[in-house]
């Protein structure tokens, strides 16, 4: 049975960088890990949508995982590893993987996707992927990406699930069955924002913190605001959490890691702003706007036309 975990803070889901020619740049992942770390991230998340690992090869996978699990080890952070499909018997042994990786403290595995499971069985997916997964299972709820959405009562009975740690919580909104989740949740089970514009509403139901990829260019404020929780004031006295909306807003204009991409290879982060097909780059417009509202980020105001 795997260890418990405790998760609180902000968590980075890291992109992948690639050269412009298309190539893994392990060093500029590992150089990122580290300055994530540097500036307040509880740890980070290898191998999510973020990390486009739908389109890494099986070799460019296990890269990826060497270098965050380097960068982890070394600081003693946390490193939650994507892991999991729509097929369970894959998601076993995609969990059964990551024993290879001593530095792996959970896996983030999603309810299965496109054959729309029946909320039995997804809930006897998770059942029998956590009693074999070598780690706590943290499950990652996004509906608009799988195409099932989970009422209230089935998502506290995957909390209940031995091996489960906490769930990714991504649903577009603080919708009712959200709201019924927060006020029944079993102790140990950690919910964590999915959805960076919505950190603030679901921190005030009691969420213990965020993976949250708009972190990528303001680790130092979302940490500062994920520890003071949704009530959290600015030096001036007004909620940030408004302006860090504006910015997630931005960063997500266009599918997700384009703009993010765009601004790091802007900022020098990365040696290019590279995404696999279908994925397309950002456009200009979109990383300027998110640009301009990074650097005015300590301002009173903040206004983008793409937002």
Known sequence: MPQTLS???LYVPLITPFTADG????????DLAHAVIDDGASGVVAL???????????????AV???????????GVTLIAGAGSNDTAATIASLRDLAQWPEVSAALTVVPYYTRPSPDGI????????????????????????GVSLGWQALLRLAAVPGIAGMKHAVGGIDHDTVMLMA??????????????LAAPLLALGAAGGILASAHVATRSFARLLAAGAAGRDAEGSPPWR??????????????????KGVLHAQGKIPSPAV???LLPAGAEAVRCALSLLGDLPAQRLTCSAT
């Open 7 to 9: 998760l609180k803070g």
């Open 23 to 30: 190539d893994l740049a392990p060093g500029a992942l590992e």
């Open 48 to 62: 999510g949508t973020t990390a486009e690992a739908a389109t890494l090869t099986t070799a460019e996978r296990r």
């Open 65 to 75: 995982l060497d270098t965050c699990a380097r960068a982890c080890r070394s600081r």
């Open 123 to 146: 809930i006897a997916h998770f059942t029998r992927a956590a009693a074999m997964s070598p780690v706590p299972v943290i499950v990652y709820n996004v509906p608009y990406r799988t």
């Open 184 to 197: 029944d949740l079993p102790d140990g089970f950690a919910v964590l924002a999915g959805d960076d514009a």
């Open 243 to 260: 302006r860090l909306a504006r910015l997630s807003a931005a960063l997500f204009a266009e599918p997700n890691p384009a703009v993010i």
């Open 276 to 278: 696999r097909l279908p």
